[in-house]
């Protein structure tokens, strides 16, 4: 090889230059960039694998700023997300999964702390959006929109913004500075927010706005028919949510029942003990195992003093107390009764049987669809029938997490940006999330995940004191370098190392800092040493043509 040759940068120029290879190749290697499991696993869809490399050197705001192309709420997501993304982490099948949800609230509460802004709007595109809600996925497609340069006004019925993020995460779970927070940067960014200012008539919105998305959320709580008598109380759970939120003065008594199995109960179960039930019970019909609230708030829920009547169900309330039938499950999973009855003391009773979402005013509205109290989308553009109407977030239905709500968001002002612009919405992606078996784990050491500090138990019960606190920065950093970087190269030089025919070339970083490494195919022979050596999985065998 001579040294105008343009892969002369070789680990020994003269070990392979003057045989060209490549010919007898079948196969050719080719640098991918596939999609890691945790970022299929996001219902925001994050790019965790990016702003964890970045991290990885402590490069926190350039993280930020990559985490923040998808979520703009990332010190209340790092908060209250229940992190699907590492149930599906490849770590876990290793040691342990890498913490990406305390990783994303360091980063999210460093902006705060440093005061990091995003970059101004750019051009205005002249498109009037209107988003009716201020929860996640309204804050959500406000930002998104914002950015692409479209005017955007947020109408709030409520006299504060944030909607279930304020009225239905307890302040120990999310403290309302830090939403308070990720709005107002938000604001800064050239979106108008109004509150106070319920929207009532779709019609007369479209005359005012070139589009319209709906966020109303799912804030009435359900209620069932509980015979009661006199001197009996009976409260909805988003009802003693609120009065909290605000410090409404309401009496609940030292006894107090919580109807109800999924995470809202344990919400308010934890909250009724911070507001001075002393003995706050939930009253749940089916087993632990069966039970739709998230394992980890149910543990936080008995460690504060909160207990749980399994298999049970309220049959009657009076003043007092409230009378449960025992219930058993047939072969089904389906609770039965069993005709055997017990009475508890209960000064209050509290409905957490699930939410309805605010959609009664749209009924008969031409061209959007409603089912069983829910709006009617397509889930790729989250189009309503009506041309110009995108809804998202809790009023749809399904999954009703923040975390979703975010995704509704990002995917709906993706939408509404093709519409305004009279273009196709962007199509989806159906990349498969690469696999742990196509790792090569040999290359990591067991490294065992940091665990988020948090007030002890005991102290908990007259506070409404953050419960969960955040990472250390050492701490951040080390759960940052955990990543296996699933499917994307992370520079570590193992193909330019193990590379027989020195056929590899570094060739520096792209625009995202991410390693470029090229091929020389003349002398390649595709013996594919180097991908079977990529600890990534970045690099894949490609037959000839």
Known sequence: MTASHPFAITLDPGSSGPNETGAWRMER???TR?????????????????????????SYEAAWRRLMRDNPLPAIMGRICYHPCETACNRGQLDEAVGINSVERFLGDQAIEHGWRLDP?????????????????????????????HDVTVREAEDKLGGMLRYGIPRYRLPREVLDAEIARIAELGVRFETGAPVDD?????????????????????????PAGDGARILDALSVLAEAEDRWPVTLGRNVAVYGGGNTAMDVARTVRRMGATDPIIVYRRTRDRMPAHEEELEDALAEGV???????????????IVVERMELDESGFPQPTGEYDTLRADTVILALGQDAEVEWLAGTAGVGLHRGTLQVDPDTMATGRAGVFAGGDAIGGERTATHAVGHGARAARAIDAYLRGLTPPAPSVDTPVPLDRL???????????VRPQLEAARRADTFAEVVHGLSEQDALFEARRCLSCGSCFGCDNCYGVCPDNAITKRGFDGDGLPLYEIDLDHCKGCGLCAAECPAGAIAMEAES
């Open 307 to 321: 207990r749980v009547r399994w298999l049970s169900t309220i049959s009657q309330a009076a003043a007092g107390e």
């Open 121 to 149: 709007r750019p051009v205005p595109m002249g498109g009037r959006v209107l988003i009716v809600g201020s929860g996640p996925a309204g804050l959500s497609a406000a930002y998104q929109l914002v950015l692409l340069g």
């Open 29 to 31: 290697p080719v640098y």
């Open 34 to 58: 596939t999609l890691p499991p945790c970022q299929g696993a996001c219902p925001a869809g994050e790019a965790v694998r990016d702003w964890l490399y970045a991290a990885e050197d402590g």
């Open 440 to 450: 090569n784990t040999w290359y990591y050491s067991d490294a065992p995940a940091t």
């Open 202 to 226: 779709l019609d007369a919105a479209l005359t005012e706005f070139d589009a319209v998305f709906l966020a109303v959320g799912a804030p009435n709580g359900r209620h069932a028919e509980i």
